[in-house]
């Protein structure tokens, strides 16, 4: 199967690091040097391509940014190929080209086949193209959630099927719970709300007003507190127009307008336009009567009455009662009611709602039982496979009497889960606490690892750990910063022998202080500074031939031309060789 190849990574103004190109190949890459020459740089500079923190303190004395470039051969049809077209990326001949930049600011930015992506994009095809681990991973596998994510992840569907199932469930319980907590402790704030609502209602009820009714009411008022006045204009206008009986002499608007109309119909029939203008006179004599007629009828119609003025004001005054509380106006105040006859069913409906809830809570809590119990029952027996092959990988690196194994257990909680006829605590995935144990040597109790193993069993078993994975979950590349710490002679041949069988099947780049592990390498990078305390172009170089023995001489004796040193270092390369 044709696997992702990190081809080769340009690191600038990185740490120690001036400007060099680290050239990485398929196989087991070594990458070695004095302590404080920039190993840790290498690592440090793929973090940063796949998505790492972005730590201006990195960045190099003097430097404005710092720079990594890598290139990643990806074959067609990989999820990180159509993840990266997705965001615009292009392939250079099947090759990924991603750069990082970080400012001496802080700033970070993050490219993907030329094109500016998200940093969080990295990240995401870190998960598919590269597994790294170092101290921290180490001291990571020591946390339980930890253990239990790696047993998932080995379990695969096994685990992942019901660990979905139970986190829908889990999620609509907490939601629910969540309701559920509202209404009951809410409770008081509701009932006052609803008594409120009750008054207002009853209080809107008892006057029952009618839309529009405030302005009209305005109206009436104002037209019976000017009745006199109304009425005086009324006559006197109707006068003006019509004359008045008792002075039979006076001169009117109706009269004059009939003589006027009286003087042009006797000669219209000689000009017509001398008739059009009498027409539109007969016109005004009849709106003049028209009006005038109307004027009396409202002089006679209209009644200073008081009883009704004080009938009106009484009204007015229990709507402006309504209107302080409820609105604006009367339109106002009906549309608070409608509102508050809604909201005073719904809490008038909290007791239903409440029971509602409470049964599909006690229905999900069952659900989430018997969901967490196959998690339990999966996690379980997968867990038997995982220890056995970790165990067997133990053997390989020189921990040959050394058992691994799980303990899944569950905390007993009042409030939580029945599972297995008792109520236990959970959480978002599940109801086990999982935890690694380590048996060094016969007769020796499991303890948990955080407890039973050294720093280089630790390291052993983290390596064994991802070497299971490898065969069940691969990544097409593998980085280790001194997986090998705390870890000496044999042991330490054994994790090379083993790192150079991972190579088989993957890319694997390992940073290592031990020659022990370095001569298994297919291949060996030195890291050196130059006089100034820099690492330039010409500090990171493949060695060959010569150049390796005196490396692994260095790292053996601490002298490259010892020859005692030297001879153990052909031995150690010789035996490599015959294991490939």
Known sequence: ??????????????????????????????????????????????????????????????????????????????????????????LDDGVLLISRTVSAEGRSRAHLGGRSVPVGLLAELADDLVAVHGQTDQQGLLKLSRQRQALDRYAGDAVAVPLAKYAGAYRRLRAISTELDEITTRARERAQEADMLR???????????????????????????????????????????AGNPEDPEGIDATTLVAGAHRALEAVRSHDAALGALAGRIGEIGILLGDVAGELAGYADDLDADPLRLAAVEERRAALTALTRKYGEDVGSVLTWAEQGVARLLELDGDDDRLGELTAERDALRAELGGLAQALTDARTEASERFAAAVTAELASLAMPHARVSFEIRQTEDPDGVEVGGR????????????????????????????????GGELSRVMLAVEVVFAGTDPVPTYLFDEV??????????????????????????????????AAFADRQLLVEKTNDGSVTRSGVKVLEGEERVRELSRMLAGQEDSETARAHAEELLATARADR
């Open 1 to 90: 199967m044709v696997m992702s190849v990190l081809e080769e990574m340009r690191i600038r103004s990185l740490g120690v690091i001036d400007d060099a190109v680290v050239e990485l190949s398929p196989g087991f890459t070594a990458v070695t040097g004095e302590t404080g020459a920039g190993k840790t740089m290498v690592v440090t500079s793929l973090g940063l391509l796949l998505g790492g923190r972005a730590d201006p303190a990195l960045v190099r004395i003097g430097a404005k940014n710092a720079v990594v470039e890598g290139r990643i051969s990806v074959p067609d049809g990989a999820s990180a190929v159509v993840r990266a077209e997705e965001a615009g990326a292009e």
């Open 199 to 241: 008054f207002g209602l009853d209080e809107i009820a008892a006057v029952e007003p009618r839309p529009g009714e405030d302005v009209e009411l305005a109206a009436e008022a104002e037209r019976l507190g000017h009745a006199e006045a109304l009425a005086s204009a009324a006559t006197a206008a109707h006068g003006a127009l």
């Open 423 to 454: 109520p236990v605590s959970y959480g978002p995935a599940g109801v086990d606490e999982v935890e690694l144990l380590l048996a060094p040597h016969p007769g020796a109790p499991p303890r948990p690892i955080a407890k039973g193993a050294s």
């Open 484 to 517: 090998d710490a705390g870890v000496g002679g044999k042991a330490a041949v054994e994790i090379g022998r083993r790192l150079a069988k991972l190579a088989r099947s993957a890319q694997v780049v390992v940073v290592t202080h031990l020659p022990q592990v």
